[in-house]
């Protein structure tokens, strides 16, 4: 079973566009995070949910909207798509203020935006 | 705020070479450090963890030691092998504060046969 899984693996899409990842995880965690991997491989935190509470929130566009219905998923949603936003999505779980505690991630989202 | 400095890559070594990744890290107190790996086409893996002063994780054949006098956290394994190619990322998850893990550049390795 997969410990934390998204959907879809790939995604190309046209600017100006509304698109969707999900995320589940099955580890129990009570924390999830999206994370952001641009072209140069640098990881950047996004938002981080604990118990579905937004705990963390960077310095990301209005046009990104995460979604937590439960403790076990993590969407994000993002609004009138733009080039920039070309980017592998990562969505990971750990559990909030475990020192030490990994965080585990999932497969990634390459998103393309043409 | 918290930063991770990594070794600026790409990094390519024979096989059976000595490994080492330096990484450095900027935060209050004593935060948690790993090493995370990521292989090409997937997410990452925790490699290793240290979680106080002078642990040191081990995982695979890959070392690393908390050293809280030089805040740093090199990686580095004794003889690396083809499989081991794959993009390494330095992170550390803080004591107090913001919590989050907060990673290095990344630091791209190929090993050539």
């Known amino acids: 079973d997969t410990a934390v899984s998204q959907t879809p693996k790939y995604l190309v899409t046209q600017m100006g566009n509304d698109k969707s990842i999900k995320c589940e995880q099955n580890?129990?965690?009570?924390?999830m995070y999206w994370y952001k991997q641009d072209s140069k491989k640098f990881l950047k935190i996004m938002f981080s949910?604990?118990?579905?509470?937004?705990?963390i929130n960077e310095t990301v566009p209005n046009r990104f909207s995460p979604k937590s219905p439960d403790k076990a998923h993590l969407n994000l949603h993002i609004n009138s798509l733009e080039l920039g936003d070309s980017a592998v999505y990562f969505c990971?779980?750990?559990?909030?203020?475990?020192?030490?505690?990994?965080?585990?991630f999932g497969q990634g989202t390459r998103l393309t935006v043409v | 705020g918290d930063s991770v400095t990594q070794m600026e890559g790409p990094v390519t070594l024979s096989e059976e070479a000595f490994l080492t990744i330096n990484c450095t890290y900027t935060?209050?107190?004593?935060?948690?450090l790993f090493w995370y790996v990521q292989y090409p086409g997937e997410g990452l893996q925790l490699l290793l963890k240290?979680?106080?002063?002078?642990d040191k994780g081990s995982n695979k054949g890959f070392e690393a030691t908390y050293r809280k006098e030089t805040t740093s956290f090199h990686l580095e394994k004794g003889s690396v092998q083809v499989s081991d190619s794959a993009v390494y990322f330095c992170?550390?998850?803080?004591?107090?504060?913001?919590?989050?893990?907060?990673f290095g550049t990344g630091t791209r390795l190929t090993i050539i046969p």
């Open positions: 990971a779980s750990s559990n909030h203020r475990g020192r030490g505690t990994e965080a585990f």
């Open positions: 580890l129990g965690h009570d924390t």
């Open positions: 949910y604990n118990n579905k509470e937004l705990i």
């Open positions: 935060a209050t107190g004593y935060p948690s």
């Open positions: 240290a979680t106080k002063a002078d």
């Open positions: 992170a550390l998850f803080p004591n107090f504060g913001n919590e989050k893990l907060t």
